[in-house]
């Protein structure tokens, strides 16, 4: 037997994936004769874009471009984004202001909307689809031919087992064979004096499951942001949000999806409740928040419903999600001018800085105050609000006013005052938690800065005329409202990728030959051979099972003193490479070659 032929019977049993064959193999078993007729010569430059096609689109790079996507997405569960929270970003901004630029401009703000996450996305999609396109036609190829015919060679295979029955017919044998195969749920197939078999095409089925819904997964994320839209709105205790693009702090559209296209709903946020651990090492965490609410859809906010939004419990309405994304407390106030006028009178939102909620927060009175003189200004406030205020003079000192608890158990603010311009009208987006003081001038009392720290009912009397009364706290909730169409879909298809990813580990595919061949004498020897990629297959078992089976109709002649059971030579033979020839691999003697 040559070289040649042992090759080629290996390649023929070996080959059991049904993945394109990698174009690097054909050009090594072409490479030599190449080089022995002209020498090396250039691909060109359809060649390099040939190649650079294969790599793009080999399982190997879609591989490690799933890789990157998942790193990719790290910094967004690291770093606040602002379609999910735009109060934590605000909060960054104000507390990194070198590190802030800096993330803005590489996007770790909206990763998910990044130059370089989308180029990952899309590189990732081209080598899915060209990859799935090809292996997919060659799986149904495979599905709708024959499994290969047995080699001429059966005794070269890892598994093998062969015995002589004298005075049985091979067609019987053959038929029996074929029987049991069946019965164990092989595709069988008969190839001239050979039954050939295949069984496990579920692994590929898998494989190629498991991919496809990744693919599925992409186009349901790129559907999503084509075609959804998302908006953030933070609402007071008591007051109500509709859904419409002038009542949202943060309206992010798509494409495809613009505030026409808003649906009809609203919701009033009732109560907002929260609790915290307060004791133990874990003291401080968050235990629960809800937010209860009453809504509507449509245009009649008479009509309401019920409901208590949770994290991770969002509030389904009409098409749209209501998801519970952060939460602080709004101090309120009531400020009059010189003439006893009350010129303001309602809660402002405060930021969060840190897990004890303290909190910075910006009062704003754009008109309406008249100071002693007549005079018609603006008035100011910065304020650091803490819901249980420290009172160790020694850490007030060192850290500054802060909370040492998230709930409301002391609650104190302490105000700074400023009258002027607050540059409202200037053009310039300005932020609610943040007062510009460049055209404004501090209150001072004995000149010294104006500075007041006040529980609830506590006031003070502005130099300029007129009173500043902290008349209680309220509690806001940040909202996202998202519609994203592709997210069933998305669901179906990672469901789906998880149940191809268990056919893709668990399914062993392998083949079983038995070829029967009755001699001159009228002796029937008998061989089966058995072929799995997996280590993990019970080949052995599996065959030498079929081989005790099939002596039924094909009784082994008395073996010799020195001859292995069919099951044990079985077993023995999967130790054998294909290459080498084993010394006694079945019951009986081993055909001459």
């Not at 915290?276 to 235990?287: E, F, L």
């Amino acid at each position: 037997m040559t070289a040649e032929e042992r090759t080629a019977d290996e390649r023929a049993a070996e080959r059991l994936s049904s993945a394109p064959v990698d174009d690097s193999e054909l050009d090594a078993g072409s490479g030599a004769g190449g080089a022995g007729t002209g020498g090396e010569v250039g691909i060109g430059f359809l060649g390099w874009l040939r190649w650079g096609w294969r790599q793009l689109t080999s399982m190997r790079t879609a591989l490690i471009l799933l890789f990157l996507l998942s790193l990719a997405a790290v910094p967004g569960s690291l770093v606040p984004q602002t379609s999910a929270s735009p109060t934590n970003v605000a909060a960054f901004v104000t507390k990194h202001h070198t590190l802030a630029p800096i993330y803005q401009k590489l996007g770790l703000f909206h990763v998910y909307s990044s130059f370089w996450f989308s180029a990952i996305y899309i590189l990732l999609f081209v080598s899915l689809a060209g990859c799935i396109v090809p292996r997919t036609w060659q799986f149904v190829g495979v599905l709708r031919s024959a499994p290969p015919a047995a080699p001429r060679h059966l005794v070269r295979l890892p598994v093998y087992a062969t015995w002589r029955s004298k005075g049985s017919d091979a067609e019987k044998t053959l038929a029996a064979a074929e029987t049991l195969l069946r019965r164990r749920r092989f595709r069988v197939a008969r190839s001239g004096d050979a039954i050939t078999s295949e069984k496990g095409y579920l692994r590929e089925v898998g494989n190629l499951l498991f991919h496809i819904s990744l693919f599925g997964m992409l186009l349901a994320f790129a559907f999503s942001k084509l075609f959804g839209g998302m908006g953030t709105v933070v609402v007071i205790e008591g007051k109500a949000f509709s859904n419409n693009v002038s009542q949202y702090d943060d309206f992010m559209p798509s494409t495809f999806y613009t505030g026409d296209d808003l649906t009809p709903f609203g919701f009033k946020l009732d109560k907002f409740e929260a609790a915290y651990q307060s004791s133990g090492p874990q003291i401080g965490n968050p235990t629960m928040y809800q937010a209860n609410v009453s809504y509507w859809v449509g245009s009649d906010p008479t009509k309401t419903k019920t409901a208590s939004i949770q994290e991770n419990h969002p509030l389904e309405v009409d098409g749209s999600n209501v998801y519970l994304t952060a939460h602080g407390y709004a101090p309120a106030f009531q400020v009059t001018d010189a003439k006893g006028d009350v010129i303001f009178n309602g809660p402002t939102p405060c930021l969060p800085q840190d897990a004890n909620l303290s909190s910075t927060c910006a009062i704003k009175v754009n008109d309406g105050y008249v100071d002693n003189t007549g005079t018609a200004t603006q008035l100011g406030f910065s304020g650091i609000f803490t819901p249980t205020a420290a009172t160790d003079p020694t850490s007030i000192k060192t850290m500054g006013p802060h909370s040492v608890f998230p709930d409301l158990a002391d609650p104190e603010i302490y105000v700074n005052a400023y009258h002027g311009d607050l540059g409202d009208n200037s053009g310039v987006p300005q932020s609610i938690y943040e007062l510009d003081t460049k055209h404004m001038t501090q209150y001072t009392l004995s000149g010294q800065p104006l500075t007041f720290a006040l529980k609830p009912g506590q006031g003070f009397k502005l130099p300029s005329g007129g009173t500043v009364t902290f008349t209680g706290v309220q509690q806001w909730a940040n909202f996202t409202v998202a519609t994203n169409p592709g997210s069933s879909w998305a669901l179906i298809s990672a469901l789906a990728a998880v149940l191809g990813l268990i056919g893709s580990l668990f399914v062993q595919r392998r083949r079983i030959w038995v070829r029967a061949v009755t001699g001159e004498d009228g002796t029937t020897v008998v061989e089966l051979a058995g072929l799995a990629r997996s280590e993990s297959a019970r080949i052995a078992e599996e065959l030498a099972a079929l081989a005790l089976d099939l002596q039924d109709t094909a009784p082994a002649d008395a073996p010799s003193a020195d001859a292995a059971e069919p099951a044990e030579a079985a077993e023995e033979a999967e130790e054998v490479e294909p290459t080498d020839e084993p010394d006694t691999v079945a019951a009986g003697t081993t055909p001459k070659e």
